[in-house]
């Protein structure tokens, strides 16, 4: 019989989404900074660099949905989901740490060879933990709106994380003698915060509500399915993966646009971020208010203009001006508020969706193909950009002499690129309709049919 026990205290939700800290961590770290590493402290070639940093994307194809339906099918005394929080938050931090301790005079391929492979493992240590956590979203709170105040709490958590590893993150890789030494102290102090804040979540989710059901055979084509043909889900992942490629290409840009562009110093990028997201964390509760008014999707539609927008003055912003740039990304910070809180509350929505239609409720595969969604967005955005640096002449190694042409296509690289994806998720969210008045509908609809599976069960 199906079991929800409650909804969550605001004890256990605050708890849980401190787990978030250690994920926005290793999610802001490889985005923003890791091609970085790769070209200017390694002095990897960029298509070589960016290639290292896709190919453990494409393995995240294989074992995110696999961990997702591990955790559907689990049975222990703790939890379907908790097991796994323990085992990848005890992992993920020294992994991801383990990235930066190549040898820096090794030749290139062993160097590719080293940072692919932990980086591979890391990122499936990080999905042992990701997945399964996310996918306590659906259980935590089955209301509508709960649910956005309950991805509130978790997009904060994601900001604070945000924050503390953009600004500490070029502090501490600039503060030894090299970068490849820098980034080896920064693989350590960011592994033991990874470690720590997931343990706190695996601790502080003891009691919250779960969901258990009949245990079903496994059958990987009824899965892949399933997902495919969840409507909602499949128009959703679609907008996400066009988001978190727009937000991967900048990203990563960003120091180079700084750094070669513009021609200040690495350390300003973590102010520049971090000011994008303070905006976003105290932005994040009126978007959670304005949900409650306009609902999910016009606020995510608002959201994604918004951020859209402020991609294109970076590209006539002249050097001695680069300040501007706070202003710019603060104003984008705003939007990402919106573009981070409605997707991430409106996802658990999609479970329901899929149990009125097959009667099974996976809630682990559907966030393990959206935990897919956001790594191989951010991903392959750092592979565009790899690409792109490769294709306007961009030289590898800190202090390397840029033509022109590498300048200027580096700007183009951080507006343009993301203009199109921007545009492109705004198009597709278009055709979303799991409004909240369908979602009580198939709530109450659910209702029936697990009453009537009681009822038959008891006869």
């Known amino acids: 019989m199906t079991d929800f026990r409650g909804q969550a205290s605001t004890r256990v939700k605050i708890g849980w989404a401190v787990g978030e800290l250690g994920v926005a961590t290793f999610v802001g770290l490889t985005m923003i900074y890791m091609l970085f590493f790769l070209t200017q402290a390694l002095r990897m070639p960029p298509m070589l660099a960016g290639i290292a940093l896709l190919i453990p994307r494409l393995w995240d194809v294989m074992i995110d949905p696999l961990i997702g339906t591990a955790s559907d099918r689990t049975r222990t005394r703790v939890g379907r989901r908790r097991p796994f929080l323990l085992a990848g938050g005890l992992t993920f931090g020294a992994l991801f740490a383990l990235i930066f301790f190549v040898d820096e005079s090794a030749a290139t391929a062993t160097k590719f060879i080293y940072v692919t492979a932990f980086y591979i493992l890391s990122s499936t240590a990080y999905s042992i933990f990701d997945v399964p956590y996310s996918a306590m979203a659906a259980e935590i709170t089955t209301d509508y709106r709960g649910r956005t105040e309950l991805t509130g709490y978790k997009m904060i958590a994601a900001r604070i994380g945000i924050v503390l590893s953009v600004t500490v993150g070029p502090l501490l890789f600039t503060s030894q003698a090299t970068l490849a030494t820098g980034f080896r102290l920064l693989g350590i102090v960011s592994g033991a915060f990874m470690t720590a804040t997931c343990l706190v979540a695996f601790w502080a989710t003891r009691d919250a509500p ?202 183009v690289i951080y507006c343009v690129l993301p203009l199109i994806l921007w545009l492109g998720a705004l198009l597709t969210l278009r055709y979303y309709d799991l409004t909240e008045d369908r979602f009580d509908a198939i709530k109450s609809q659910l209702a029936v049919q697990r009453n009537s599976t009681a009822a038959a069960k008891d006869c």
């Open 210 to 411: 779960h969901f258990e059901g009949p245990m079903h055979q496994f059958n990987a084509r009824e899965e892949i399915e399933a997902v495919v043909r969840n409507r909602p889900f499949r128009i959703l992942w679609t907008v996400f993966l066009l988001q978190n490629l727009a937000i991967g290409a900048s990203a990563t840009t960003l120091v180079y646009l700084i750094t070669i562009v513009m021609r200040a110093d690495a350390k300003v990028v973590g102010p520049l971020i971090a000011t994008s997201a303070v905006v976003a964390l105290l932005a994040t509760p009126l978007w959670v208010f304005i949900s409650k008014c306009a609902g999910k999707r016009a606020g995510y539609f608002c959201g994604i203009a918004l951020t859209a927008t402020m991609t294109l003055p970076a590209l006539i912003i002249q050097p001695d001006y680069y300040m501007v740039l706070f202003l710019i990304l603060a104003i984008a910070g705003f939007g990402d508020a919106a573009n981070q809180l409605f997707p991430n509350s409106m996802i658990p929505d999609t479970v329901e969706v899929d149990e009125a239609r097959t009667g099974l409720r996976r809630e682990g595969a559907i966030f393990g193909a959206w935990s897919f969604c956001r790594k191989l967005g951010m991903a392959a955005g750092a592979f565009l950009v790899s690409t792109g640096l490769w294709s306007v002449g961009f030289v590898s190694g800190s202090g390397a002499a840029q033509s022109p042409e590498a300048i200027h296509g580096i700007r």
